[in-house]
């Protein structure tokens, strides 16, 4: 089976600070990977050289593209890369309003990666839109209301709603539930859950929340200084944890 | 006329943006960077479009301006006597006489001809900016002629208003390539614009000249189920009687009395004169004893 | 089915000065397909830490434990998480889920996860409810409001969804009436007669003898016993 990511030693340096350092890992379409880390540990310059925002200083990032197989999105060319961000590739932000164009309603903006890839006819284009409004939980009226109209929740719903519409295979996301409701979070925690196993995604989710990475994250990686200290089935991490920090991270955690 | 240079701009800038011209005449669309430069009016009155037409100008030429269609408007004017007395060029109302025609808003309604350049000014040019307010990214997204963005824009209309409601600076794609703003004129000229003659758009405040060469294919950006539509009062001129032609609507009377008239002025007087006559006109000759 | 070789387990304690504890030395014994085997011992000997190793969910550092034909010890995440979603099953003493999931949606994950539709897989996990009395009212809320004796339930709907040929149970009667009970024994039964190996811990001595082949003492893999 060929993995849908095939990361190598790939390192990002700023300036002699190390953002993240030698992080190699495969990841198989359907697999749900979460990474956790204090702040500072590297976490989202990872997720940043991964999804092409970054250009790491070494290593390769290898993509099972459709048509040509594994290549290294470090090397191909922008276009290529950006083709397949709005394609293959789906980046839910942290801050929806980094995801979202808030002066264009909620039907533009999930319609707008469908235009993209060049959809010309209005009518399926705002089908498509309201069926996926619809699985997201968002009622087919708000479909021509702003995003600025919307709650935080629902502005998050949204965004997954405008990068899944194209039918990615791979999702990453940036602290998808930080800054929400935890009753707002549990929602769309399993609505998260409910289209990867529907779609068979695969997604690499950046988060420090060990509860959300227990409940979605099939596997999980723990980083410390720009370094992965230890990786595993997210269960037997959280359980048996070897590495030092992670035992630290996992004995710090409050209880409810 | 000593006083200043042939058409008021010094020689080394006429070259810069000449250079500037031919490279938008080589890459139909295509946005062109140029050191604009400041002109004896402010910004928004047609500083890039003067530019452009001074540039191109030459002794022999004959001038033409026009501002929404009219040559007798204050902007058309000024800019029509600035050139007089900077260029001492040859000026005229009449649109086949003319060699150079500068714009603001309008196409003329009589097909131009092989020979004869169109200048436009522009106020914003890229067509993009509304909806992604960061020039790198523009320009990112024309070099990767990644467009779907634009139609968001029309997605938007539609949803709103049932129809494409954007009536002026209608995108347009150029040659297959390049989306383009054609400056605020009326969707109604957009299919003028495939045409015999030079289209030169000046941009002063934004520093951008863009062009499109004669006989450019140039597609009105539209959706399958929503296709474009040039859209115009439905109405004759009521001085000429013109069908085909755009019309500025007009309220002649505290009683909410209206007419209808041909936005391009030369075009209905050369009407008139030929003894056309609209539903509220009058004859040409009473009209002007 | 299931066969353990030889496996050996120690927690290393980092922040707190590094102390090593072994727990498990040496585990050696086969589970055959059909068969239940039921873990015995002290409190603390290792019973659940042995069949966490099983699951995979603690890591095991020396032996092989073969469950199918996957080595859980040298398995790959992915090679484990395929283990758990079609082969081995694990009924374990907390329910952890998704807040605000609706109950059946819980029951009925490990069949939606297998590939059946939404429609059987709700329906089957309505009659796995309905078979445990839960009360059909209770079944479109979220478990995590639930009394124990219900959530277990609910684990062990879940756990039972999908026919498992490998299944662990972690004390499957423990807080549940005599009827229940009962339920769970039989279900048990029928699990084991369509060949499923089943690994049990059972405080409940009762439940033990009527449904287990035979006993493995955890206490003779505790460290403490081979000094």
């Given amino acids: 089976m060929t993995p849908l990511l095939q990361v190598e030693k790939v390192s990002k340096y700023y300036g002699r600070r190390i953002g993240c350092a030698d992080v190699s890992f495969d990841l198989y379409p359907g697999e749900v990977m979460g990474i956790v880390g204090e702040s500072g540990s590297g976490k989202s310059t990872l997720l940043s050289c991964l999804a092409g925002h970054l250009v790491p200083d070494s290593g390769a990032v290898r993509f099972d593209t459709r048509a040509d197989g594994l290549r290294d999105t470090v090397t191909m060319s922008e276009p290529e890369r950006r083709m397949l961000g709005r394609t293959d590739w789906a980046f839910v932000h942290q801050h929806a309003r980094d995801g979202l164009r808030m002066n264009v309603s909620a039907g533009g903006n999930v319609g707008e990666r469908l235009m993209a890839v060049n959809a010309r006819h209005y009518g399926e284009i705002r089908d498509k839109a309201i069926d996926w409004l619809g699985r997201v939980e968002i009622s087919d009226d708000r479909i021509d209301d702003r995003p600025t109209a919307f709650s935080g929740g629902m502005q998050q719903r949204l965004q997954i709603a405008r990068n899944l519409v194209t039918g990615p295979r791979l999702v990453f996301m940036d602290e998808p539930t930080g800054g929400l409701d935890v009753s707002v979070q549990a929602r769309l925690l399993d609505l998260m859950r409910g289209l990867v196993r529907e779609m068979n995604l695969s997604a690499i989710i950046v988060t420090h929340d060990l509860a959300v990475v227990r409940l979605l994250a099939d596997r999980l990686m723990v980083m410390k200084d720009g370094h992965m200290v230890e990786t595993g089935l997210t269960d037997q991490v959280l359980d048996d944890p070897q590495h030092a920090y992670t035992q630290l991270l996992v004995s710090s955690v409050l209880q409810v | ?50 530019q452009v037409t001074a540039s191109v100008l030459m002794p022999e030429d004959t001038l033409k301006v026009i501002d929404q269609g009219a040559d007798d408007t204050t902007n058309a004017v000024s800019i029509r006597r600035f050139f007089e007395r900077t260029a001492g060029v040859a000026v005229t109302e009449a649109t086949v006489e003319a060699s150079v025609i500068q714009t603001r808003h309008r196409i003329p309604e009589e097909p131009l001809q092989a020979g ?86 000046g941009a002063g405040r934004e520093q951008r000249i863009y062009a499109i060469p004669p006989f450019t294919q140039v597609v009105s950006l539209d959706f399958d189920d929503y ?18 032609s755009y019309l500025d609507e007009l309220i002649v009377d505290d009683a909410g009395g209206r007419m209808f008239m041909c936005s391009d002025t030369d075009y209905c007087l050369t009407r008139r004169k030929a003894g056309h006559i609209g539903a509220q006109g009058v004859p040409y000759e009473e009209a002007s004893v | ?117 939404k429609a059987e897989a709700i329906a089957q996990a309505a009659a796995l409810l309905a078979r445990l009395n839960i009360p059909e009212r209770l079944w479109t809320l979220s478990p995590t409001t639930f009394s124990g004796g219900e959530q277990q339930r609910v684990n062990i709907a879940r756990g039972f969804a999908h026919s498992y040929p490998a299944l662990l149970l972690d004390e499957p009667t423990a807080s549940l009436d005599p009827i229940n009970r009962a339920t769970v024994l039989e279900m048990i039964q029928e699990a084991k007669a369509r060949g499923a190996a089943i690994i049990g811990i059972f405080h409940d001595q009762a439940a033990r003898e009527a449904i287990c082949d035979h006993l493995i003492d955890v206490t003779a893999y505790a460290p403490r016993s081979a000094a």
């Fill in chain 2, 1 to 50: 006329m000593s006083a200043y240079n042939f058409a008021y701009l010094d020689e080394q800038t006429k070259r810069m943006i000449r250079r500037a011209i031919l490279k938008g005449l080589a890459i139909p669309g295509y946005q062109v960077p140029f050191a604009s430069r400041e002109m004896p009016m402010p910004y928004g009155w047609g500083t890039g479009g003067v």
């Fill in chain 2, 116 to 201: 004869q350049i169109l200048v436009y000014q522009v106020p914003i040019p890229e067509p993009l900016r509304f909806l992604e307010p960061s020039e790198v990214e523009t320009r990112k997204m024309h070099s990767l002629e990644e467009y779907g963005l634009m139609h968001v824009k029309l997605y938007e209309d539609i949803s709103q208003h049932g129809a494409i409601a954007t009536a002026y600076a209608y995108p347009v794609k150029v040659e297959g390539r390049y989306v383009m703003d054609p400056s605020p004129i009326p969707k109604f000229d957009n299919p003028k614009l495939e045409m015999e003659a030079i289209q030169l758009f």
């Fill in chain 2, 227 to 244: 296709p474009f539509a040039p859209t115009k009062a439905d109405h004759a001129c009521d001085l000429c009687g013109a069908e085909d």
């Fill in chain 3, 1 to 117: 089915m299931i066969n353990v070789r030889n496996v050996t387990k120690s927690f290393t304690l980092h922040n707190q000065g590094g102390v090593e504890i072994p727990v498990v030395v040496g585990a050696s014994f086969q589970v055959a397909a059909g068969s239940c085997v039921a873990l015995v011992g002290a409190s603390g000997a290792g019973k659940s830490t042995l069949m966490r190793m099983i699951y995979g969910n603690y890591l095991t550092q020396s032996g092989q434990i073969i469950v199918g034909d996957t080595d859980v010890v040298q398995a790959q995440p992915r090679e484990i998480l395929k283990l758990r979603r079609e082969t081995l099953g694990y009924v374990s003493q907390f329910l952890r889920v998704v807040p605000r999931v609706s109950t059946l949606d819980v029951v009925a994950e490990p069949l939606l996860a297998t590939g059946h539709a």
